[in-house]
């Protein structure tokens, strides 16, 4: 399977992509940072992330894109362009037809590190290890992305098949009555 995380931000968004499947061994693909200059309007700078993850999309040919889901933080001003980045990712995921999958940052760290709790250093030690790089990815944006593409790889497939197994139960059940 390989997946596309995105690790949403305006100023920098967090790109990385990742070959694996459960129990085998994960192989980094390509990874990056859409950077914007906050000079620039909104509008400006959500027109050059959409170009870049649309680029990103087309060039790598995800299986699904694993985008880190927006959860409310203090500072009101940061939140919301991580979710106008959000929404753009899921977007252009959408319009080509390919899956999207949230997933919040305690269940990223939990599955990359075995802690829920984790800080960016870990989390960027461990991708390090998982990828057999030679050193941690920079900036964090970059790390937290391949976190993502990780985390989905591991867990997004026991999810879809755990859903599928009660979809197909629920329509069993529905045929025997």
């Known amino acids: 399977m390989r997946v596309l995380g995105i690790d949403p931000g305006l100023t920098r968004c967090g790109l990385g ?3 694996g499947s459960p129990g085998r061994p994960l192989t980094l693909v390509d990874v990056g940072v859409a950077r ?26 995800p299986d699904v894109v694993a985008v880190e889901r927006v959860f ?9 362009g991580t979710a106008q980045v959000s929404g753009l990712a899921m977007v252009a995921a959408a319009r080509r037809g390919i899956p999207v999958a949230l997933h ?45 593409a990780i985390c989905h790889v591991w ?10 197994a009660l979809q197909q139960s629920s329509v069993t059940r529905g045929a025997a009555r």
Do not use: C, Y
């Not at 400006?44 to 170009?51: A, E, G, K, N």
């Not at 409310?72 to 919301?80: A, E, I, K, L």
């Not at 989390?123 to 391949?146: F, I, K, N, S, W």
């Open 104 to 148: 919040t940052p305690s269940e990223v760290k939990a599955a990359v590190t075995g802690s829920g709790r984790a800080d960016k250093a870990q989390v960027g030690a461990m991708v390090t290890r998982l990828l057999r790089l030679a050193e941690a990815p920079r900036p964090a944006d970059a790390a937290d992305a391949l976190a993502l």
């Open 17 to 19: 992509v990742v070959d």
């Open 36 to 61: 914007t200059s906050p000079d620039l309007e909104v509008a400006q700078r959500l027109h050059l992330v959409d170009v870049e993850i649309g680029a990103w999309i087309d060039r790598h040919a």
């Open 72 to 80: 409310s933080q203090h500072n009101v001003r940061t939140v919301m």
């Open 155 to 164: 867990r997004g497939g026991a999810q879809r098949r755990i859903a599928t």
